[in-house]
């Protein structure tokens, strides 16, 4: 039904445009009581066997929301009602900004991709903090907020920032994700370098230990799938060395080669520039996991995206070391009942697997394949 739905309605609109109507959709019968109630029913049953245990949280199932989808936290009980079992909202930044011109959304239809630049525009973290502090949850759900740099600010003042959205944001966020790898904001891609992410992380973590003083804000950091190896290997010793408590692997990429893209090439160069999410993706997010985990082992927890499409894709990642999954971009071509059958299938990969619960099953294939 939404796949007749996409090829009749969402496909013909401006990417943009059909993401604001089909979340206000969203938004919308999530605000009515007794349709919020049907539609959680249907599409966000609890199986008890997917529970899990990620940085100190309880989560009713690995497969989450990205960042991304809902940068200002305006919908997300919507997002629970559908199904996901933690919703990261975001990248929020210290100062609001519009992001960069439209068009600035795109999809490669025959890849099942995604290429944007929208530039993280949001209402900025004190409007999102205000937001948050009002909210009145209708579905108990894990809820991340994901910080990034306001475009204006230089490079040498980036730790401030982050630090001013880190106090704001902390206390409403069950984790916090530090966000240096998006493409669209000039130069935040350099703060991946371990001498400039070290002071930035260390300071993030103190803004929200000061802000929160009675609770230890789980603190993760979001990467880029185009670092070279030896960058992961570097980024993944930090993570151990300042007791992160997570890294999210990976970012959209860059690249246009080497990716096997069907999309014919002029009009993936009409797209120009800006990061590429979806099922191209896969190969090299699912790389950058399996290094991070071989590196990392259990003293971290790693959480999985890009290109997740299916049920085997999510089993995949939790196989080569992700307690968490997350997903967005196929959303747009999978609709409503994305989330259900992810965690359904997941169940039914558990239940045909040697392995008693989800957690026995985090990393058994990169342990598997390092003997």
């Known amino acids: 039904m939404y796949r007749l739905l996409f090829?009749?309605?969402?496909?013909?609109?401006?990417?943009?445009?059909?993401?604001?109507?089909?979340?206000?959709?969203?938004?919308?019968?999530?605000r009515v009581p007794v349709l919020r109630r049907l539609v959680a029913a249907v599409l966000a049953p609890?199986?008890?066997?997917?529970?899990?245990?990620?940085?100190?949280?309880?989560?009713?199932?690995?497969?989450?929301?990205?960042?991304?989808?809902?940068?200002?936290?305006?919908?997300?009980?919507g997002m629970a009602m559908l199904g996901f079992g933690h919703v990261e909202i975001g990248t929020v930044t210290g100062q609001p900004q519009p992001g960069n011109p439209r068009q600035r959304l795109f999809r490669l239809v025959p890849d099942r991709a995604l290429v944007n630049r929208m530039g993280f525009n949001n209402e900025g973290s004190a409007a999102v903090a205000a937001r948050l502090a009002a909210r009145n949850p209708v579905f108990p759900v894990t809820v991340g907020v994901n910080i990034g740099k306001t475009k204006v600010i230089p490079e040498n003042?980036?730790?401030?920032?982050?630090?001013t959205s880190a106090e704001r944001l902390a206390r409403h966020a069950d984790y916090l994700v530090v966000n240096v790898s998006s493409p669209n904001t000039p130069g935040l891609r350099d703060l991946q370098a371990v001498g400039q992410l070290r002071p930035l992380l260390s300071a993030v973590r103190e803004a929200a230990d000061r802000s929160v003083p009675g609770r230890r804000v789980p603190l993760l950091v979001k990467i880029a799938?185009?670092?070279?190896?030896?960058?992961?290997d570097a980024v993944a010793d930090l993570a151990v060395e300042l007791g992160l408590d997570g890294i999210i692997a990976t970012n959209t990429t860059i690249a246009r080669d080497g990716l096997g893209l069907a999309t014919e090439a002029s009009a993936i160069e009409a797209i120009g520039a800006g990061g590429l999410s979806g099922a191209p993706l896969?190969?090299?997010?699912?790389?950058?996991?399996?290094?991070?985990?071989?590196?990392?082992?259990?003293?971290?927890?790693?959480?999985g995206v890009g290109g997740i499409e299916t049920a085997?894709?999510?089993?995949?990642?939790?196989?080569?070391?992700a307690t968490l999954v997350q997903g967005y971009s196929a959303f747009v071509y999978e609709g409503p009942c994305w989330a259900r059958r992810i965690h359904r299938g997941l169940a039914a990969r558990l239940a045909a697997s040697p392995y008693a619960t989800l957690a026995d099953a985090v990393g058994a294939d990169t342990r598997k394949a390092a003997v």
């Open 157 to 163: 003042e980036a730790a401030a920032d982050y630090v």
């Open 225 to 232: 799938p185009d670092l070279a190896d030896e960058d992961v």
């Open 7 to 30: 090829d009749l309605l969402f496909r013909r609109m401006d990417p943009e445009r059909a993401h604001h109507l089909a979340f206000g959709w969203i938004r919308q019968v999530s």
């Open 312 to 321: 085997d894709d999510a089993w995949e990642r939790i196989l080569a070391g």
């Open 282 to 303: 896969r190969s090299r997010s699912l790389e950058v996991l399996r290094r991070l985990y071989a590196r990392v082992g259990g003293r971290i927890t790693l959480v």
């Open 46 to 77: 609890r199986l008890p066997q997917l529970r899990t245990e990620a940085f100190g949280l309880s989560l009713p199932g690995p497969f989450g929301l990205a960042a991304g989808f809902d940068k200002n936290a305006v919908a997300i009980d």
